[in-house]
């Protein structure tokens, strides 16, 4: 099974330790927040992952070979060049996700006791994306219809709501926020070839939602630390 890691973003609100090395290698809990996820990964029987990086972009390549790639494949996605956002992140691994299957993406900076197996079995066949999401209070969510499928995306803190379908009313819609991870399809290469570079991941798939299933995972008793603020760093990790 295949994974990508987002490890390359800045960091900038974890700085002054994002000054001097990348946000994936900053220490939780005793263990680099990548050791964190990577380890996790791998435990679930994900034995291919990529990794993409731009920040202090070989201080990483250099952990992952002091820990031997955890014994199993490490490829790198450099973005060294641009840092392509979510969206263009996926894009950019693409001849590095070969498989048939789903691959999973995973913030680097999320820490959770998600039961990777579980979430794995929420993607339904044809579906384009399973995304997990849960009821935690935040500004921006998801939208989602009665039967779990993304209908548009809404910041309650500025009113704005962005849908393909017209006239929709959050509040007759299931408001999730999301976590940072999601199972997607290979089929979402060949729907990202006419976007720009770098693009958000949300952005993409508002523009599919009406015509290709993404759908919401929730998982009973998740607990998760978005590991973004130098005050989250005395988080305990989830088991």
């Not at 691959?103 to 994306?129: K, P, T």
Request: hydrophobic share 40%.
């Amino acid at each position: 099974m295949e994974a990508l890691i987002f490890a390359a973003g800045l960091g900038t609100r974890l700085k002054p330790l994002t000054d001097t090395m990348p946000k994936a290698l900053v220490p939780v809990g005793g263990k680099p927040l990548l050791e964190h996820v990577a380890s996790k990964l791998i435990a679930a029987g994900y034995d291919s992952l990529v990794i993409n990086v731009h920040h202090f972009a070989q201080q990483i390549r250099d952990y992952a070979a002091a820990r031997n790639n955890w014994g199993v494949e490490v490829r790198f996605s450099d973005e060294t060049d641009l840092l392509r956002e979510t969206g263009g992140g996926i894009r950019h691994a693409a001849p590095l996700l070969a498989g048939d299957e789903p691959f999973l993406v995973h913030n680097v900076d999320i820490l959770s006791n998600l039961d990777l197996a579980w979430f794995r079995a929420q993607h339904r066949e044809g579906d384009l994306a399973t995304i997990l999401v849960s009821e935690r209070e935040t500004q921006r969510y998801f939208l989602f219809d009665d039967e779990g499928r993304l209908v548009g995306w809404t910041n309650i803190a500025t009113g704005e709501v962005r849908s393909p379908y017209s006239g929709i009313d959050p509040d007759q819609c299931t408001r999730l926020a999301f976590s940072g991870i999601h199972l997607i399809s290979p089929d979402i290469f060949p729907l990202m070839q006419e976007w720009p570079e770098k693009f958000p991941i949300v952005d993409f798939y508002l523009s599919v939602c009406r015509t290709h299933t993404i759908r919401a995972a929730v998982m009973p008793g998740l607990e998760m630390h978005d590991v973004g603020k130098l005050s989250q760093l005395n988080c305990i990790v989830p088991e």
